[in-house]
């Protein structure tokens, strides 16, 4: 299947089109599940010699669609016994301070994901803490008294049934 996908370039601001064929999705694919696979083993999974297979891997991250590489922790073995999903309200007519809210969201590494949503909130967020106090404590010394903020409901994570960071591509 050849999508066209509409992507940034790092060294302009012009969009263009560019054709996926299904050999770029299957690299996409691959590097998502395995982001450390080398480069003789990624050729061999997509079925092309390395030196091409080196030549479209990099235009991928060139373009943007490739961000970042990362590696998953576990997170009991770094002390992370609480994960939670926070809904943030804003006041209404506090416009200047949504930008003071997401800049100092961007700087708590507690938060691992945030938001803008439709709904009863403005922001959804992902906190990981230590342990249940740390989590109120840091909902209420740091995301609740943050400016602009109406109020912060938040849901503890039972159980982790899935967790991934993978799209879903249509190989």
């Known amino acids: 299947m050849n999508i066209k996908i509409s992507y940034k370039l790092k060294f302009s601001d012009n969009y263009f089109m560019e054709e996926l064929d299904s050999i770029d999705w299957r690299l996409l694919a691959c590097l998502q599940e395995r982001g450390r696979i080398s480069n003789l083993e990624l050729a061999a999974a997509v079925h092309l010699s390395p030196a091409q297979c080196h030549r479209r891997h990099k235009r991928l991250e060139e373009s943007g669609l490739i961000r970042r590489y990362e590696a998953r922790l576990d997170p009991v073995q770094i002390g992370v016994g609480v994960v939670a999903f926070v809904q943030v309200s804003m006041e209404r007519g506090h ?77």
């Open 95 to 171: 416009i200047k301070e949504v930008k003071k809210f997401r800049d100092a969201v961007l700087t708590q590494a507690q938060v691992q994901e945030c938001y803008a949503i439709t709904g009863d909130a403005d922001y959804m967020l992902k906190v990981a803490a230590r342990d249940l106090k740390s989590l109120s404590d840091f909902l209420l010394s740091t995301i609740a008294v943050l400016p602009g903020v109406q109020s912060v409901r938040s849901s503890v994570c039972l159980d982790e049934v899935k967790c991934t960071s993978a799209w879903p591509l249509q190989v």
